[in-house]
């Protein structure tokens, strides 16, 4: 086995550059903001349904006095967020529309890592958003609110990203190629981070909430090694000799 060295926690690293620079993921990101969209667009009629089928609107509604609250865990500083929270709201309304009843306010709280640039974030809002928006800094492998407190979860292409790293995986920015330990240790470490992940969501759920999730992957390896692995091998490359460049 490679030899793992220490394991890295990553909950303190930075998040994605903010701001508008020329350095900033919001100025070499727009493949990912099309993509991201991409992914928001085609998720939003499943989310739809599920709203539609299983958001127990009517247990709910003698629950909440005023507040509807939602939270993006892993939320990043792009316009995706708010796009998607969009969508969200307003198949919520649509439901208690159709059920008769009054819509609520609603609360979104905005999550990611502490180095995450909020602000640019909020700059984004538009104009007239229907919703009161606030930021809880921190990792989502962990607490991060009241017991009982949301009533709708939802995050998207955030949840592959570990708490640590796990295994030295020399040379490689994917497990594809890598020894067998390296790979059950990824594998291990994503399976412990999301027993965290779902142990604190389920305390801060109300009993009849809903929580989405859009997650990236690509087809088990055990039956296609060769998955994306070409991809990912050129990119690997790629960054390893910018980073010998110190670009």
Known sequence: MEDKGKSIVLSNLNAMNG?????????????????????????????????????????????ISETFRIADLG???????????????????????????????????FNDQVSNDFNSLFASLPVGTKYYAAGVPGSFHNRLFPKASLHFVYSSSALHWLSKVPAWNKGRIHYTGAPKEVFEAYSDQFAMDMDSFLKARVQELVAGGLMAFVL?????????????GSDFEILGSCLMDMAKMVI
């Open 75 to 109: 939320c990043s500083c792009g316009p995706n967020t708010i796009l998607a929270v969009q969508y969200i709201i307003e198949a919520i309304e649509c439901k208690f529309q159709t059920h008769g009843l009054i819509s609520r306010e609603f609360q979104v709280f």
């Open 19 to 63: 701001g508008d620079g020329p350095n900033s993921y919001a100025q070499n990101s727009v493949f990912q903001k099309f993509f991201q969209k991409g992914i928001i667009e085609s998720a939003k009629v499943i989310i739809n349904e599920e709203i539609t089928m299983k958001l127990d609107i009517q247990k709910l509604s003698s629950a």
């Open 216 to 228: 990236p992957s690509i087809p088990d390896v055990s039956s296609h090694p060769q998955a994306m």
